[in-house]
């Protein structure tokens, strides 16, 4: 991804004032950067209107709030503001139009780094549980239906234990997803138990 840093240009100018040379060349640097339109800052739409087609925030002529209309331009070389229905396309008169704000990021879980278990082989990822420890768990995630009084216990990403059994309810939902504990799967688990969990 591309980002575009935005500087006081004002301000670049008043550090630059006591350089002569140095003034001349922010000056017309700024002077030949291209506008960019700032989220927050109502822009003039007869006299800027946007450049791209995309939907904007929007004043419409007479309204008291703010909304929401898409942008383009007729088959005449004319801005249109303009808003789909089910049934029709209504144009509006728009007084002034900024961009939408970009939406928040959303803080994607970094998935565990795949790695063979030395004892069986089997691939495994290390699970960071709630006490700040690691598990070793199967690679695969399951999708579980929870049961306190199962045998077979599943580490959620988050690092919670929780016991069930793989599936999922009649109506397709399951109440988890998680990893098996390599404990439980592991031909040598006992064996790596002892030495200790650094060993698997």
């Not at 946007?50 to 070389?77: H, K, R």
């Not at 029709?88 to 939408?100: A, E, R």
């Not at 049961?147 to 599936?167: N, Q």
């Not at 939902?173 to 030495?195: I, L, M, W």
Request: hydrophobic share 35%.
């Amino acid at each position: 991804m591309i980002e575009k840093k935005y500087i006081d240009g004002t301000a670049w100018l008043e550090q630059c004032s006591k350089s002569y040379m140095h003034y001349n060349l922010a000056r017309k640097i700024i002077n030949e950067a291209p506008a960019a339109p700032v989220f927050g800052q109502w822009i003039d739409a007869v006299k800027q209107p946007p450049t791209e087609p995309d939907e904007y925030i929007v004043m419409i002529a007479g309204a008291a709030d703010a909304t929401s209309l898409y942008f383009n331009i007729d088959d005449e070389g004319e801005p249109v503001w303009f808003e789909e229905t089910e049934y029709s396309t209504n144009f509006y008169k728009v007084t002034h139009w900024m961009p939408l704000p970009q939406p928040p990021r959303q803080e994607q879980e970094k998935k565990p780094n795949v790695c063979k278990c030395r004892s069986c082989g089997a691939e495994i990822v290390w699970v960071a549980m709630q006490s700040g420890k690691k598990m070793p768990c199967d690679a695969a995630l399951i999708h579980a239906v929870e049961e306190r009084d199962a045998k077979t216990s599943f580490v959620l990403p988050g690092g919670i234990i929780k016991r069930g059994r793989e599936g999922r309810h009649p109506n397709g939902e399951a109440d988890f997803v998680g990893y098996r504990s390599h404990f439980e799967t592991c031909p040598n688990a006992d064996q790596f138990r002892k030495r200790g969990q650094g060993d698997a």
